[in-house]
């Protein structure tokens, strides 16, 4: 009884020193919006840049984010999981030395490029990685984790980088990706890619190591069940033609595909990027480093809340009543923004409401991150088959990519056009949109085991292969079921 009490605490740790990747994204990710104003004071920096050049720099990320995951999509299945999580860590070392150098625009492009080649890489492999390592009751704990690490970076810059001047908060960068390279050293390599490699016996020390087991028999039953699983899964061919083209597929490309562009386009990370300039345009009298600070504490304590509710709640009420909030926050902000650029209201008048846009920005990043901005990175690890996992994983990334791409480039120039009321509204439609298309089509998947969710998903085209497969399963929902009150207390000891 002993080892079942510790059977998850190794995967608890893992996932925490996988999280100091997420903690760095973080960073890296949220650190235009204390460095933009420092960008359009010419007192604060000797970087020569303009409006449009800060558009270009800010989109950089995307074409990043695309190279990495592409990278990442042979990589994780030539070299392994652990080997893409480690290596990740040197575009994102290398582009900050840069920056301590960079006078130029273009510097500051190649920056922002090598970080999006490292998101690119941890975004892919990390959601896949604790899929594949997870226990099927705390898989969405340990994911959605993650987040809340990420937003621990957020809260990191947002809170000291106003207070720090540009040099200084920029060397501070260079020992993040050090930090999570060292303690992502010891984590062991995922059981699925060594059963993919036909590594039997290394994938069984890797499940010793994870689940404590002190019963070898136990930890065979369980290598019976992930061995027949991926044996059957890896009939099938690895190949993006395979992807897009196989009609097992359909269901999990439409599912991750929708979700990934209603999350993007409902401008939840483009509004964080330009919260200073926005807050700069509703004159209110707040100061932005108030706003920063404030923006970064909410975000980090909801996301607390949110590595609990995804395995609580479930993934499908999360995404559907998240997107729905965010859409009413975005109309609650573009409203104010339509009083002062459409009716023209007296500025004087408007001013004891100009508090009204940050409130409707922060509920949209509180909302965001309680439910689609967490689970995004859930589902689509759960959803594919192993065979296909790598290149559908880094094929979502890729078409992310270019996504951000467009949200980040063509903010400046929407604003430009529409206005700022035109452009939350507009991101608002897309919320409401991304809750209906997860009324409609998303699953639950909660507490379902990988194979179950293929089941679910492919229905009659799922092969079950030989017979060896369901002799065990139901020995091992009995043995998880058996866990879940067990996991509960490895918590609060944590």
């Given at each position: 009884?002993?080892?079942?009490?510790?059977?998850?605490?190794?995967?608890?740790?893992?996932?925490?020193?996988?999280?100091?990747?997420?903690?760095?994204?973080?960073?890296?990710?949220?650190?235009?919006t204390p460095v933009l104003p420092k960008l359009k004071n010419i007192n604060e920096t000797n970087v020569d840049i303009n409006d449009q050049e800060i558009s270009w720099m800010l989109a950089m990320n995307s074409p990043g984010f695309i190279a990495g995951s592409f990278a990442t999509r042979f990589?994780?299945?030539?070299?392994?999981?652990?080997?893409?999580?480690?290596?990740?860590?040197?575009?994102?070392?290398?582009?900050?030395?840069?920056?301590?150098?960079?006078?130029?625009?273009?510097?500051?492009?190649?920056?922002?490029?090598?970080?999006?080649?490292?998101?690119?890489?941890?975004?892919?492999?990390?959601?896949?990685?604790?899929?594949?390592?997870?226990?099927?009751?705390?898989?969405?704990?340990?994911?959605?984790?993650?987040?809340?690490?990420?937003?621990?970076?957020?809260?990191?810059?947002?809170?000291?980088?106003?207070?720090?001047?540009?040099?200084?908060?920029?060397?501070?960068?260079?020992?993040?990706?050090?930090?999570?390279?060292?303690?992502?050293?010891?984590?062991?390599?995922?059981?699925?890619?060594?059963?993919?490699?036909?590594?039997?016996?290394?994938?069984?020390?890797?499940?010793?190591?994870?689940?404590?087991?002190?019963?070898?028999?136990?930890?065979?039953?369980?290598?019976?069940?992930?061995?027949?699983?991926?044996?059957?899964?890896?009939?099938?061919?690895?190949?993006?033609?395979?992807?897009?083209?196989?009609?097992?597929?359909?269901?999990?490309?439409?599912?991750?595909?929708?979700?990934?562009?209603?999350?993007?386009?409902?401008?939840?990370?483009?509004?964080?990027?330009?919260?200073?300039?926005?807050?700069?345009?509703?004159?209110?009298?707040?100061?932005?480093?108030?706003?920063?600070?404030?923006?970064?504490?909410?975000?980090?304590?909801?996301?607390?809340?949110?590595?609990?509710?995804?395995?609580?709640?479930?993934?499908?009420?999360?995404?559907?009543?998240?997107?729905?909030?965010?859409?009413?926050?975005?109309?609650?902000?573009?409203?104010?923004?339509?009083?002062?650029?459409?009716?023209?209201?007296?500025?004087?008048?408007?001013?004891?409401?100009?508090?009204?846009?940050?409130?409707?920005?922060?509920?949209?990043?509180?909302?965001?991150?309680?439910?689609?901005?967490?689970?995004?990175?859930?589902?689509?690890?759960?959803?594919?088959?192993?065979?296909?996992?790598?290149?559908?994983?880094?094929?979502?990334?890729?078409?992310?990519?270019?996504?951000?791409?467009?949200?980040?480039?063509?903010?400046?120039?929407?604003?430009?056009?529409?206005?700022?009321?035109?452009?939350?509204?507009?991101?608002?439609?897309?919320?409401?949109?991304?809750?209906?298309?997860?009324?409609?089509?998303?699953?639950?998947?909660?507490?379902?085991?990988?194979?179950?969710?293929?089941?679910?998903?492919?229905?009659?085209?799922?092969?079950?292969?030989?017979?060896?497969?369901?002799?065990?399963?139901?020995?091992?929902?009995?043995?998880?079921?058996?866990?879940?009150?067990?996991?509960?207390?490895?918590?609060?000891?944590?």
């Amino acid at each position: 009884m002993e080892q079942r009490r510790r059977s998850r605490i190794v995967q608890y740790l893992v996932a925490a020193s996988v999280s100091l990747a997420s903690l760095t994204l973080g960073v890296s990710s949220t650190w235009p919006t204390p460095v933009l104003p420092k960008l359009k004071n010419i007192n604060e920096t000797n970087v020569d840049i303009n409006d449009q050049e800060i558009s270009w720099m800010l989109a950089m990320n995307s074409p990043g984010f695309i190279a990495g995951s592409f990278a990442t999509r042979f990589i994780s299945d030539r070299f392994g999981r652990k080997a893409t999580i480690l290596g990740s860590a040197f575009p994102m070392a290398l582009g900050t030395v840069l920056l301590l150098f960079a006078q130029k625009a273009w510097l500051l492009y190649v920056t922002r490029f090598l970080w999006g080649g490292s998101t690119g890489m941890i975004g892919t492999v990390v959601s896949m990685y604790l899929a594949e390592i997870a226990d099927k009751d705390i898989r969405g704990t340990l994911s959605v984790g993650t987040r809340f690490m990420f937003n621990l970076g957020a809260l990191l810059v947002t809170a000291v980088g106003p207070f720090m001047s540009y040099q200084t908060l920029n060397s501070s960068l260079v020992i993040l990706p050090v930090c999570y390279f060292v303690a992502c050293w010891w984590i062991p390599e995922s059981p699925y890619y060594y059963l993919k490699e036909g590594r039997t016996h290394d994938a069984g020390k890797t499940l010793t190591k994870l689940r404590s087991y002190k019963d070898k028999k136990e930890m065979e039953d369980e290598l019976s069940i992930l061995q027949s699983s991926v044996s059957n899964e890896m009939r099938r061919d690895s190949s993006v033609k395979e992807l897009f083209t196989g009609k097992q597929y359909r269901s999990a490309i439409i599912i991750s595909a929708g979700l990934k562009l209603t999350q993007i386009m409902a401008g939840v990370m483009a509004v964080q990027h330009y919260l200073g300039t926005i807050m700069q345009d509703t004159k209110a009298e707040i100061k932005l480093n108030t706003v920063f600070i404030i923006f970064g504490a909410v975000r980090f304590v909801i996301g607390i809340m949110s590595s609990v509710l995804a395995d609580r709640v479930g993934r499908r009420p999360l995404l559907i009543y998240s997107f729905l909030g965010t859409g009413i926050c975005h109309i609650i902000a573009g409203a104010y923004f339509f009083c002062q650029e459409v009716l023209k209201i007296n500025q004087a008048s408007l001013t004891p409401y100009a508090i009204i846009p940050l409130i409707g920005i922060l509920g949209s990043s509180v909302i965001s991150t309680l439910g689609f901005s967490s689970i995004i990175f859930v589902v689509p690890a759960e959803i594919f088959p192993i065979n296909i996992k790598a290149v559908a994983m880094a094929s979502l990334s890729i078409y992310g990519g270019i996504l951000g791409f467009i949200v980040a480039k063509f903010f400046q120039d929407l604003k430009d056009w529409t206005g700022l009321c035109g452009v939350f509204w507009i991101y608002s439609g897309v919320a409401i949109a991304g809750a209906l298309f997860s009324f409609i089509y998303v699953p639950e998947t909660k507490g379902k085991s990988l194979r179950e969710i293929q089941v679910l998903l492919q229905g009659d085209l799922y092969d079950e292969g030989d017979g060896k497969l369901d002799q065990v399963v139901a020995k091992d929902d009995h043995r998880d079921t058996e866990l879940q009150e067990l996991n509960r207390r490895d918590v609060s000891r944590l």
